[in-house]
């Protein structure tokens, strides 16, 4: 900010917008929630909604989907986060929607639960009568995304309809639902990979170790470096070996790929981004990858 | 500081503004290309983007680089090859970072052009130097100025196709000129480029000398827009009263919101509305932090000397130069809504924090977004733009659209289906 001339630099301006996006939630519904995931854009969220609401609590828990196949690093990381805010976290698991019948778990090689999470959200989303959910999605990651509204609106099956999306002029957010139906809400709709990473750096926010240059095991498939781990059958010509490699992106870890890289702090990470020539979905993404509109059909279905 | 830990010294990010554009056109103007040409030739579009773009085009037989294909979104949008929806767009450069708002052109989408219009400083309107001034150009420029949109710039594309001839290029700025004088806009450049081969979009042409103005992106750079921004009005629209419930901070009681004009600093006069009692600014933090002064469009929490009864949807604002506390309005709508509006009909009125009821007790005419012809009508239909006049169950604290977007605009809820249906602008208020 330049006090002289009262002008905002973007990334104030993004931020004052995603803190404007949780006030109008907490104000107009009854149970929102925030989901988490434990990479970077929940993290930001994290921030923005303490910025929205401190001295006082969230008035909203925070929600992960837990699909029992998650990098260590990052339930460890989520835990001591949530002690440090002192706020409220419920675990909806993919594994209790398993054993409950819910769902059915893929098999073969390729088995992930990526998919599976999404009947475990909307469940969870009913049983404790959420009418608001915040997720970190952004609209330069993806085709589909890019023509969300910032209240993207879901009927009692969960589902989007891209074609009746409400027209959403300046910055007034139609509240107003049904029972049994819910608005997911993405204050960071205007965000670039990039402009997160610069507000943790602005921030001095902590992320999961996975996001910078570490060791590991590995194997290559489809052109992508996975992490060799209990959840994942390796095909026949598949070698693991060790390299340094970080991830872009934090998710499942059937289904995210990991990037070779050497960037070992911040500074390092924001160039290695701010130089890179392809998408973070792109580049890790195994979900993204089975049809042109793979993103979009799993919207439609309830997806984050 | 909750949260923080690792690297609480790093560097701030330089203060570089943000520019939201938006564009509007089908994809025989060229507007698709020229994004693609904005976004390519200031290396914005990833490799992965542009192989699924090559891939797609050589599938569907395109013959040329689709550059379409990278806005286009959605499944239908792809398979009719129109923009339906807005899609949004991201780039930066040194200067500044960039939002284009990608609206699609056909007079059937203008409620998602309005969307994507509405918070834009700046609007790129494309004419096809071959076909010279359209229905749709007028469309555009009139919606532009609608929406008072500060800056607008028409690009007047496919120049390789007129042999980049100066007379064409002076025809369309002569029209449009013209027309412009018609409508409210105050500032409209003019530059002939080539989006396809990149005259005057990132690069200077070296095909049109007679051409004394910089190139597209130049232009974008540098507009000045931190004029548009009024800081002379303080309106500071209550959103949500944080309260802590512990002991530390049993006293706190601050008043968050984002602020839609002026400049407020500790130790200010100020009046609340609609109740009108005075009281000082305390103090004004954000994030626990105390802050000397706030301006738009910060996010920040504001504290005032005396204990008021003071809640969402209330206005914080400057004694000496109040809002109107309006119960009769009349305003330019966008009709958004699948069913017609007509008159005695009851909506939901969405104003800053403050949603009130309104019924519709006039329809002054409907605008014809082509020749700005007034037209007496029963009722506004999707997509049609009309002046209409509302009476509202409570008050709201507006002023004209033209002297604030924020405080002078509004959306229409339909109560039974919960639809936006209407977007309306502010032309007078009182309070009878």
């Given at each position: ?166 027209p959403?002029p ?135 | ?21 938006a564009t509007a056109g089908s994809?025989?103007d060229?507007k ?71 609206t699609p052109g056909h007079e059937q989408y203008t409620r998602n052009m309005v969307t994507g219009a509405s918070?834009a400083?700046l609007s790129v309107v494309l004419v096809d130097?071959?076909k010279g001034v359209s229905e749709q150009t007028r469309r555009h420029a009139f919606i532009a100025s609608l929406l008072r949109i500060p800056h607008l710039v028409v690009c007047v ?14 025809r369309i700025v002569d029209e449009l000129t013209d027309w412009a004088a018609r409508l409210d806009i105050w500032d409209i450049t003019f ?138 309005i009349e305003a330019m709508v966008c009709w958004m809504?699948?069913?017609p509006m007509?008159i ?16 519709i007790?006039e329809l002054e005419y409907r605008v014809d977004v082509n020749t700005l012809e007034h037209i007496e009508t029963p009722e506004l239909t999707l997509n049609e733009i009309g002046r209409i006049h509302l ?9 004209r659209y033209r002297r604030?977007r924020?405080?002078g605009s509004f ?11 209407g977007a309306g602008m502010v032309v007078h208020?009182?309070?009878?």
């Amino acid at each position: 900010m330049n006090s002289l001339h009262y002008e905002l630099s973007y990334l104030e301006a993004l931020e004052a917008e995603s803190i404007h996006i949780f006030r109008e939630v907490a104000a107009e519904f009854e149970r929102p929630v925030l989901l988490f995931s434990g990479g970077k854009d929940s993290l930001v969220l994290l921030r923005l909604a303490e910025k929205a609401f401190r001295p006082a609590g969230f008035p909203f828990p925070i929600m992960h989907v837990d699909t029992g196949h998650n990098f260590p690093e990052v339930i460890d990381f989520r835990d001591r986060l949530i002690e440090q805010l002192g706020e409220r976290l419920i675990v909806a698991s993919v594994q209790d929607s398993i054993d409950a019948g819910r769902v059915k778990e893929e098999t073969g090689p390729r088995a992930s639960r990526n998919r599976l999470q999404t009947v475990t959200l909307l469940d969870a989303i009913a049983e404790h009568g959420f009418d608001a959910a915040f997720g970190g999605a952004r609209r330069d990651e993806e085709r589909a995304r890019a023509k969300e509204r910032v209240f993207s609106f879901r009927d009692d099956f969960g589902q989007w309809d891209p074609k009746r999306q409400r027209p959403e002029p300046w910055n007034l957010y139609n509240a107003r639902i049904r029972k049994g139906e819910h608005v997911r809400v993405f204050p960071l709709s205007n965000w670039t990979e990039l402009d997160v990473w610069q507000y943790i750096g602005n921030e001095g926010l902590e992320v999961p170790s996975i996001y910078f240059s570490h060791t590991r095991e590995v194997f290559e498939r489809d052109g992508m470096l996975y992490a060799l781990n209990p959840y994942i059958q390796l095909i026949d010509g598949e070698e693991p070996f060790a390299a340094s490699v970080r991830y872009r992106t934090v998710g499942d870890m059937t289904c995210t790929g990991a990037v070779r890289s050497r960037a070992a702090t911040l500074e390092e990470v924001v160039g290695e981004i701010a130089a890179s020539r392809i998408t973070e979905r792109g580049e890790t993404r195994a979900d993204d990858r089975v049809t042109e509109a793979a993103m979009e059909d799993r919207k439609r279905e309830g997806y984050f | 500081m909750p949260g923080a830990a690792s690297n609480g010294h790093a560097k701030r990010s330089r203060p570089s503004e943000l520019l939201r554009i938006a564009t509007a056109g089908s994809v025989d103007d060229g507007k698709s290309t020229l994004i693609g040409r904005l976004l390519y030739d200031s290396k914005q579009i990833f490799t992965d983007q542009l192989e699924h773009v090559v891939a797609t085009s050589e599938r569907r037989g395109d013959g040329y680089l689709n550059l379409a294909l990278l806005t286009d979104g959605l499944r239908a949008e792809r398979e009719q090859g129109i923009t339906i929806d807005v899609a949004y767009r991201y780039f930066q450069t040194q200067r500044r970072k960039f939002i284009i708002a990608d609206t699609p052109g056909h007079e059937q989408y203008t409620r998602n052009m309005v969307t994507g219009a509405s918070t834009a400083d700046l609007s790129v309107v494309l004419v096809d130097a071959r076909k010279g001034v359209s229905e749709q150009t007028r469309r555009h420029a009139f919606i532009a100025s609608l929406l008072r949109i500060p800056h607008l710039v028409v690009c007047v594309n496919k120049m390789d196709l007129v042999d980049y001839d100066e007379a064409v290029f002076e025809r369309i700025v002569d029209e449009l000129t013209d027309w412009a004088a018609r409508l409210d806009i105050w500032d409209i450049t003019f530059i002939p480029i080539s989006a396809l081969h990149g005259d005057n979009v990132v690069e200077r042409s070296t095909n049109m000398d007679w051409y004394g103005g910089p190139p597209l992106l130049y232009h974008l750079e540098h507009v000045v827009i931190a004029t548009d921004r009024n800081l002379v009005d303080v309106r500071f629209p209550v959103q949500w009263v944080i309260r802590p419930m512990d002991d530390q901070h049993h006293d706190y009681r601050g008043y968050a919101g984002q602020v839609a004009a002026g400049v407020l600093c500790a130790g200010d006069e100020v009046a609340v509305l609609p109740s009108g009692m005075k009281t000082r600014i305390a103090a004004i933090d954000t994030y626990g932090r105390d802050i000397e002064a706030a301006f738009p469009t910060m996010s920040v929490t504001v504290r005032l000397a005396d204990e008021l009864d003071v809640s969402r949807g209330d206005m914080i604002v400057n004694p000496d130069d109040p809002p109107v506390p309006a119960r009769e309005i009349e305003a330019m709508v966008c009709w958004m809504g699948s069913e017609p509006m007509s008159i005695g009909r009851r909506y939901l009125l969405k104003h800053t924090s403050r949603t009130v009821r309104a019924v519709i007790n006039e329809l002054e005419y409907r605008v014809d977004v082509n020749t700005l012809e007034h037209i007496e009508t029963p009722e506004l239909t999707l997509n049609e733009i009309g002046r209409i006049h509302l009476r509202l169950s409570a008050p709201v604290m507006v002023d004209r659209y033209r002297r604030n977007r924020t405080i002078g605009s509004f959306i229409l809820i339909d109560e039974t289906s919960n639809d936006t249906v209407g977007a309306g602008m502010v032309v007078h208020a009182s309070s009878s």
